[in-house]
């Protein structure tokens, strides 16, 4: 037969081996040798520094050694989250189309008031018409914009 006799000195060696391996694991040396988070490495490489320039260079160094985790999946929409938001975009989509068509009546309106200002023959008027500027604020235009993308 070949089976081996375990002596017990074997198993002495064996129970130091196994306690010496729980204590250098990983997690035990966490901190013995330098900084194990984010927070240590600030707070261990930060003293004594008077310079903006060089707090700036430690904290980017620090953060490349433990950077931030991966942010959370975003949480999947209801149903009724999803029939709000399409809601709101119809609105968004309506309302952008009306002021895009008020919009271009202003600009026709002012094409033809320069027209009879620029084709007047004589007297001047005091002042020339003002312009046909947006009448659009531009996040109001961005954000209808973009809701009617969304529902095509």
Known sequence: MLCARITAKEIVVQK??????????????????????YDECLLDNMKGVAS???????????RSKFPLPPPPPPKPKSAEELAKEKEEN???????????????????QYDNDMKKFLNLEGSMPSEAPSSGSSLLAPMEEYRGANACRELQ
């Not at 903006?52 to 620090?62: D, E, G, H, L, M």
């Open 52 to 62: 903006n320039t060089a707090a700036v260079a430690i904290a980017q160094a620090c």
């Open 16 to 37: 130091v081996l196994g306690f010496v391996m729980v204590l250098v694991s990983e997690s035990t040396l966490a901190g013995w040798f330098g900084p194990s988070n």
């Open 90 to 108: 119809e609105r968004l989509c309506r309302s952008y189309r009306a002021l895009q068509r008020k919009q271009e009546r202003a600009k026709e």
